[in-house]
């Protein structure tokens, strides 16, 4: 009877550990999007007032090599991860972290496009191979499409 529950329960061991270690084989989890790493390659274009902010070249290259970086291809930035990638790792957010910035470091009213669609995601949105991300931000004392129109209006009233 005692080697009949020995057997029982060191099989019932094996199946649920064989269900545990094919589950986490099988990418159950939602927030991988690799797990043999990836080569990727979006582009970021920074824009403050309608002028080009220039993206370092080499940046995340000196010292230890940070996966996000970028060569003298701007606005390429390179992703080259090994092993198992998260979203965490790939959102904008941590682009701007490698380049000691914030999102916000160019002003707080910022529109984003990525790929000519409009994206309110932010710091978080996942990049994507081949995307093209465009920020658009605007100083509290720009002027607008719409104050320059009225302007000249005015002007050309008076």
Known sequence: MKKIILIAGGTLFIFIGSVWWSNSLSGGDADII????IHWHPSIEIYVDGKSVLIPEN???T????PIHTHDDTPLVHLEFSGVVHKKDITL???FKVWHKSIDSFGKKVAMTVNGVPNTELGDYVMHDKDKIVLRYTSENAPTAS??????IEENIQ
Do not use: Y
Request: no cysteine.
């Open 34 to 37: 690799a797990r043999r790493g």
């Open 147 to 152: 104050s320059t129109v009225s302007t000249t």
């Open 59 to 61: 940046m995340g290259l």
């Open 93 to 95: 957010n941590q682009f």
């Open 63 to 66: 010292g230890v090599e940070s």
